[in-house]
């Protein structure tokens, strides 16, 4: 079964308004996860790295005041998309970091994907 | 140039076939490599990891080759199941796991 749970799997919304999306860890704590953005026939993009109980850290032209990332827990990160615009409409992943066996032997568990869509 | 750079396909091969994709990584300090596997409008999910020695599982074989900065994914005897997009991710060193993707090759196994 799945691992890490991300919720919800679809949303349409109207433009300016705020999307949110879980994503949690089921089975293992996640003290980092991270999230992805991935536009038609092209590849994920990672946006920004959740680090639970402190300050997201956000790719490169992500701006940080437009998704906002709560890491509050350590088996649950938040993705809100404020004021959402068409051009923000994509497929939406989070991803979330098993280190239960070690460093050496950590495991990736993806969520299954939000699909957003801004009208 | 991209981090990571994949054929850019479309593939469609026949049951049956024999199909290779290729991969080339810029980053020299790039340690670990795989291939996953992501249906339309799903998560990817992890195919296998690409080791130095080369690594076979099943009907898939995966090769690194760090002098070039390639790896390659060979599938032999497609089926239908087989069609999905196939993509390339490299992980940077450090503890920092990013991972990065290449943006996918579509294979379509055809009846």
């Known amino acids: 079964g799945a691992v890490v749970s991300q919720h919800p799997s679809r949303v349409i919304c109207k433009s300016g308004t705020s999307v949110k999306i879980e994503c949690r860890s089921l089975d293992f704590q996640a003290t980092t996860m991270f999230w992805y953005r991935q536009f038609p026939k092209q590849s994920l993009m990672l946006m920004a790295t959740?680090?639970?109980?402190?300050?997201?850290?956000?790719e490169q032209g992500v701006e940080k005041d437009k998704f906002l990332i709560n890491h509050a827990s350590l088996t649950l990160s938040t993705l809100t998309v404020t004021s959402a615009h068409p051009e923000d409409s994509s497929f939406y992943i989070c991803?979330?970091?098993?280190?239960?066996?070690?460093?050496?032997?950590?495991?990736?568990?993806f969520g299954s994907g939000t699909q957003l869509s801004v009208l | 140039r991209k981090e990571v750079e994949q054929d850019p396909g479309p593939f469609n091969v026949p049951e049956g076939a024999t199909v290779a994709f290729n991969c080339t990584y810029s980053?020299?300090?790039?340690?670990?490599f795989f291939w996953y596997r992501q249906d339309c409008r799903k998560e990817p999910k992890l195919l296998m990891s690409v080791y130095s020695s080369g690594n076979e599982d099943g009907r898939f074989t995966a090769q690194l080759n760090r002098a070039s900065q390639y790896i390659s994914l060979l599938i032999r005897d497609s089926k239908l199941s087989d069609s999905a997009t196939y993509l390339c991710?490299?992980?940077?060193?450090?503890?920092?796991?990013?991972?990065?993707f290449g943006e996918g090759t579509q294979l379509t196994v055809n009846p």
């Open positions: 991710v490299v992980k940077q060193g450090g503890s920092g796991s990013r991972l990065t």
């Open positions: 980053n020299s300090a790039s340690q670990s």
């Open positions: 959740s680090n639970e109980g402190s300050k997201a850290t956000y």
């Open positions: 991803s979330a970091r098993d280190r239960t066996g070690g460093i050496t032997n950590e495991k990736l568990f």
